[in-house]
């Protein structure tokens, strides 16, 4: 075995410029990296992000948020955010236990990109924008476009994430996220629904948005849903609902459940959320 | 653009720096290194345990810059410049900090694997909120999974701190059985000082690392192993089947069918065939795909099904039809029984394979060294039973038995998983081939894949009661799948019949078990011994008649329980100690209140998707071998210092033998628990007290205590020149023997010792009288049982199918609670893991061997448990105590599934009960 390689920068130059010339392994809060490989050691050339100073904090301007790449859940939870981030922050709890909230980045969330990551529905939701830097420049890359599959995304082996952004939703809209697993903490999710409901003055569904994870290889938006409630109650909109409106879940039979019980049970759940959503 | 890679080397020549428990260290290592493994190997701070190297578990909780964090799961340069806080930074000024302090007043740890980390997330908890609610300290603790206390003395313990004075004291003369003492070992598991399989090595040891069959059934050819050691120089040594001497053990006499080492042929998936020894790293970075074998995979019998139907295809030569066992009772007539019943229930119940899940992986060292001119082995590892392994050592080496000097580590969990060997042989072979020490470790998916499991269970039961609701028949056939190798397949398929009419009196008994061979990993022993499948089946039963007669479900178990003279199943009329009634009418209010209850939260929650139920299960249990002989030998000795020495070989397993033996001594002996002393579980220097199993070591090795005791005093009276029953009373090093007016005093100073430094050695012995069973199973097969009645209270989400509990009431006749504190720690232990049993846990090789997959009751999923100690003195026992280990978990699932019926009206019958099933069901409805 020879020995690995660590790099641990500071400047976010530094760590872009490393990247494009060897293909380092990128590391944050390790609570994906290091259960990958029980009982193996290092075997890769690590590039450390968490000393990256522009990878970190949360900047609210109006209803827009900048979320660092590598914030923790717990930062996150405690982060004073528009009430539409209540969902994000109710997954933020859910993830893992307080050790893992701890450590665990958001942006290692969703570049794990993992069929259960939690944060990746909370963050559908609200219509996050990935922003990538590499040596060559910066681009934005919408979530839904950025999750390509279990384990796959969009970004390139140069690039880093440096944040994810959300644009503002009107004032008084609200997010849930509703989490099914097997026990109270430490769970994988077996399904896992994020809704964001603004209403208008009426008491009517002015935007809604609705998204489901553990159901398909990436979490999905349910587009059809979300554009067929707008200018409803929410009790004739949750009415509504059928399986008709999930079509878009692809959910398989596992080890947590199976694709039957998931597609049954992310109706009840998108149910819920949308009713919870949409209770002020 | 290599530069900040060279910045990084240079980095890595420098080390991390970092301050420990307030003191500045550097670790010079790599600085992706875990920073758990760098505080145990780098810095020695073993305090901080490891479970399973993945997030899974917080065992490795530390605190960083007063957070806390799983130190397995993160890179040494990330603490760099940082405060990293251990369990060993907790004391303060040498003493017990408030919260260690609380954990001891509250029995909050039992095996002590977990307390490390639980202590840190609380002590993180405690530094922000000094005064939380029970939400808060789950949501706090939620990622620290213990196996052993049930997560509520844990719960109480961290609330203590700020509201209870915890201060313990040490009963006095007299005073020690049936007090709640803290326990002896509980400081060492406090601050991190116990010593646990994977804590301490000789120096210079080599690494044992298992290379494991990824095939549940194949045949395989070794390659050339001196060319793969010439690629991979860093391995100094292999082993193979070759080397073992002796290549067969197994916990019975016969069969003998497991090779250390598989030969050519392996049998279930995780099974051992070769041995790299070295260096750890260099060899944990050898991939598996690298190692010569070369497999030629065998289709797999794969169920009891498959392997009983597959003519002549059989797993081990000596078991034609794949049966290990058979077991079986038959008392009266069943058939014309149920045909006369008035009322009649069957059903078929499945339970699937349950792992142990103790937050220890099994871990060990083995050594060589000279004595008295010969070579003996010394064999340090987690075991629940010392004497055993001593056996399997020396069979698979050839040695004389004397040459194995066997040295249990505290043990960081077993409940029968470390009833089998695990380590010991492989260590055994490797240090006898290498003739230097050698050490090893198992990862958290190799001690899954490779070690025992709950017997997954087919059972079809019929039961009938007549008109008055009183029970005529059972009818029970149960197939176990016991995997590949027998383990201790045959104590389930033996122990089933006999407890498969529950603790009720029924005139028509058949009870008949198998144990099947299948590729399937093995089934052994797992708290209960089967008896807990059989429980879910047969309550299951009970709470179907109890409906057709239109009894309340409590009432019909009262009107049907054993009681003292009635005749069981086979055939053993009992005498005394027979608390099963008593038991139901101390849960009689609790049965009101929560059937009550139910009532109001069912009309409160119309129109939601939210029902509630309660539910009733009872059960019994033989303290105890079924009927083989399980003696225990227990010595103890007076020093001149005035202090005593019990010689403890009753393993301590978190259960508590370390505390209880020397409560029983001290009674026994008339004076104050703090003067004994305990050399705990060695081979050498304790006997056997046999294995710490059926819930036998209070009932059996604490009447061996009593008779040391006992022989000791009249010893030393006889010493002192006092009659022989005459009181002792220590001051100092002075003895003093009073009886009837007269008083002799003896100066031990001046007293002859033998080598150990005993002035005299009490010896006392126990053996359960049993009479064997004869072919239809009648006889004596337990000299005393355990009884026990559990209520569970459910809430179920119709809609999802999922169910939390949301209360307990257990209700257990112990005889006697020697520490009320420990028996409460049992049974909530027990309850939680009924509860996984009931609602989550199901293992599948290959796909849930991990603590991230395979799911266990965190803190958040345990309700309030509320005990009740019936005492009814076993008259056989020492101060009346019987066991209470396994009964603790045996009625809580089918107390659960009672509940969800009555909340759904759907009958389970398959184990776990996970939310996509029940969910099913729902749909389906009851047939
Ligand atoms: C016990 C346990 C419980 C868990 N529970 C949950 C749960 O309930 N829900 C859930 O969703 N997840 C859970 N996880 C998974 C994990 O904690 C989360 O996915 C976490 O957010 C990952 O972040 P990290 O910083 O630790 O990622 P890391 O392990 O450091 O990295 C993860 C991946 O992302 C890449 N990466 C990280 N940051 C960047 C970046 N800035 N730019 C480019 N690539 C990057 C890494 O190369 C790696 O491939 C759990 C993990 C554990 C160990
Ligand atoms: S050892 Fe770190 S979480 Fe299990
Ligand atoms: S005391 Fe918690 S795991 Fe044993």
Redesign the interface.
Known sequence: ?S???????THLE?AL??L???PWTV?AG??D???GR??????V??L?V?RIADLRGIQVAGGAVRIGATTTW?ELITARLPNVCAGLKAAAREV?????Q??GTVAGNLCNASPAADGVPALLALGAEVELHSGSGARRVNLGEFVLGSRRTARRPDELVVAVHLTPWPEGAKGVFLK?G???????S?VMVAACVALDAAGRIARCAVAVGACSAVAQRLSGLEARVVGMRPDEAIAGITNADLTCLTPIDD????A???R??AL??VRQAIEQAATP | ?NK??E???A??RQGTTLSVNGTAVRLVC?????LAHALREDLGLTGTKIG?????C?AC?VLVDG????S????V??A?GREVTTVEGLPQSGCLNRLQQAFLKHGAAQCGICTPGMLM?AT?LLARNANPDEAAV???L????CRCTGYRKIIEAVLAVATADNTVDSPSAGAAVGSRMARLDGPAKLTGAEKFGADVAPAGALFLRIIRSPHARARFTLGSLDDFRRRYPAVEGIISAADVPENSFAVFPTPKDQPVLADGHVRFRGEAVLGLIGEE??L??IAEADVPILWQPLPALETPEQALAATGDWLHDFAPENVLCRGRVVKGDVQPALAASSFTAEGEFRTSHVEHAYIEPEAGYAELFEEDGRTRIRVFACTQTPYMDREEVARVLKLPLDAVHVVPSAIGGGFGGKLDVSVQPLLAVAVWKMRRPVRMVY????SMISTTKRHPARIRVRLGCDSGGRLTAVDFAGDFNTGAYASWGSTVANRVPVHASGPYAVPNVRAVTRAVYTHNAIAGAFRGFGVPQACIATEALMDDLALQCGIDRLEFRLRNALRAGHETATGQTLAASVGMTQCLEALKPAWKEALACVAARNGASAGT?RRYGAGVACMWYGIGNTVIANPSTMTIGLRKNGRFMLYNGAQEIGQGTYTIMPQIAADALGVPVALIDQIHGDTDQTEDGGKSSASRQTFVSGNAVKFAAEDLNGKLCELAGAPADARIELHGTTLIARAAGAEKRLDLARCQTDARGDIALGRGTFNPPTVPLDANGQGVPYATYGFAAQIAEVEVDV????VKVLHVHAAHDIGRAVNPTQVEGQIHGGVAQGLGLA??E?Y?SG??D?L??Y?I?????IPPITTHLVEDPEPLAPYGAKGVGEPALIATAPAIFGAIRQATGVRVDFAPC???RL??LLKRGTP
């Open positions: 075995m020995a690995t390689r660590y790099l641990r920068p530094e410029a490393a494009g010339t060897h590391l390790g609570t990296f290091y259960p029980v009982g193996k050691p290092v075997d050339d690590v450390d968490t717990s893992g236990g307080v050790q893992i701890n450590a099914l097997h026990r109270r903490y430490l769970v994988i077996v080890v947590r459940g199976s039957a019980y998931r049954d049970a009840t759940l | 653009m900040p890679a910045q990084s080397l980095a890595l790599a600085p992706s290194k875990r399973c190297d993945a997030g899974d917080g909780t957070r806390q964090v799983c397995c799961i993160m890179p340069a990330q760099e997330a993180d789950r949501d706090a939620g990622g620290v999974l790293s260099a944990r970075a990862t958290r998916p190799e998707s809609d999802l199918g999922t609602l989550m199901e599948i796909r849930t991990n991230h997959d799911l009751p965190t803190i958040g999923d996970t939310p996509d969910r099913a």
